[in-house]
């Protein structure tokens, strides 16, 4: 796209919006943030899990490269944050554990592994004991695991709130509103600035729409709200007193549900999480509730003794590939939205991609697979197509 050089307007609050609000503004842009959420997202409800090696999947290897490429990206992103900001984001680099309970498990996550292995990915095989070894309080009827030493995890909280705090000395200023709809020029040709849902029209001279789930009530493109509640638990005093008593995610498999938990500075606990196709539901259920304590018995059952300290759902932006969506797709709308659960991993690189599209410069390569137009039947957004206002 051609550069634009003067104020840009990104719409979405999260960890997306907010790293690339960031990026512009590093780049001399006028940027503002309009988001209704008050930072209270999808992002707010993540666990933060920095994990391309353990979350690489059969038939995304594309997807798996674009994640590998983030991590670094991430890094620098967060080391300039807390250079910046003077607020640390919680980074661990202690890895993942993957586990599992009987033989069906074993065999799925010994073909899993062998998959990414193919991949040039790290993994290390562990017997149920080995496993134990590194954490004590896994459940006694571990059967085996896999090590992924090169994952990460971060508070996203924190990340959040350096994010914002980064965004805020970098001169970036936030509206707290609703977006109804786009506005274009007088030719229909360009989008020209958004809408609010009490009237009010606010211009600029790109708009980067990272709404994330609510994308799909903006524009034409396939991002469904896939809903996943989640827990915080914090081990207390009494059980943390001699040591950690998690030391790194803890993935596995309970009766055909994945679960992890995610330790935090501090002995909190993020346990999570559901998925669950209800559209834009963001209501804590009692069932959800049931499901991830039971499974975090299950996989560690210490955690029956840990304090409850928060239940949450978000929505999690998810696409029908579970990549992505990045490029330009109108003449002044960029499109940066349908992370589905890679969000606060894929932050930074996205950032950097937003950036440069608005600059009118080359994207990374590793993106190409996931432009709008890969999926069939996308066409160009137009206001009297879309139902856009002028």
């Not at 590939?321 to 991993?345: F, K, Q, S, W």
């Amino acid at each position: 796209m051609a550069a634009h050089r003067g104020d840009a307007l990104l719409v979405g609050g999260g960890a997306i919006g907010l790293a690339a609000a960031y990026r512009l503004a590093e780049r001399g842009f006028a940027v503002r943030v309009i988001d209704a959420s008050g930072g209270r997202n999808a992002s707010w409800a993540a666990a933060g899990m920095l994990a391309p090696v353990s979350e690489a999947a059969f038939g995304e290897q594309e997807l798996t490269r674009l994640s590998l490429a983030a991590v670094p990206a991430f890094q620098r992103l967060a080391a300039e944050l807390q250079d910046r900001t003077g607020q640390p984001v919680g980074v661990r680099t202690e890895g993942t554990l993957a586990v599992a309970f009987n033989a069906d498990d074993r065999a799925a996550l010994d073909r899993l592994t062998d998959f990414r292995s193919e991949l040039g990915l790290s993994t290390e095989r562990l017997s149920g004991a080995a496993a134990r070894a590194l954490e004590p309080y896994l459940a006694a009827g571990v059967r085996g695991g896999v090590l992924s030493a090169d994952d990460l995890s971060v508070d996203n909280r924190r990340y959040l709130a350096a994010l914002r705090a980064g965004a805020v000395a970098a001169g970036v200023r936030f509206v707290t509103a609703e977006v109804s709809s786009l506005l274009w020029d007088s030719t229909g040709s360009r989008v020209s600035g958004v809408r609010t849902v009490t009237g009010a029209g606010l211009r600029a001279g790109v708009v980067v729409l990272c709404a994330g789930a609510a994308t799909g009530a903006l524009l034409p493109v396939p991002v469904q709200p896939v809903k996943g509640q989640i827990l915080r638990l914090a081990v207390p005093d009494r059980l943390g007193a001699a040591g950690p008593v998690l030391t790194r995610t803890v993935r596995g498999i309970v009766r055909g549900s994945e679960i992890y938990l995610v330790p935090r500075a501090g002995g909190e606990v993020v346990v999570g999480a559901t998925s669950e196709q209800q559209g834009h539901d963001t209501g804590v259920t009692a069932g959800g509730v049931y499901e991830l304590l039971r499974n975090a018995y299950e996989l560690l059952p210490i955690s029956s003794e840990f304090d409850f300290v928060e239940a949450r759902a978000g929505s999690r932006p998810g696409t029908p590939d579970n990549g992505p969506i990045l490029g330009e797709v109108a003449d002044g709308l960029v499109l940066a939205t349908g992370h589905y659960r890679n969000g606060i991993l894929l932050s930074a690189l996205t950032a950097d991609a937003v950036a440069a599209l608005v600059s009118g410069e080359p994207v990374a390569p590793v993106w190409r697979p996931f432009g709008p137009d890969r999926f069939a039947g996308h066409r160009s957004p137009k206001p009297a197509a879309a139902g856009l206002t002028s």
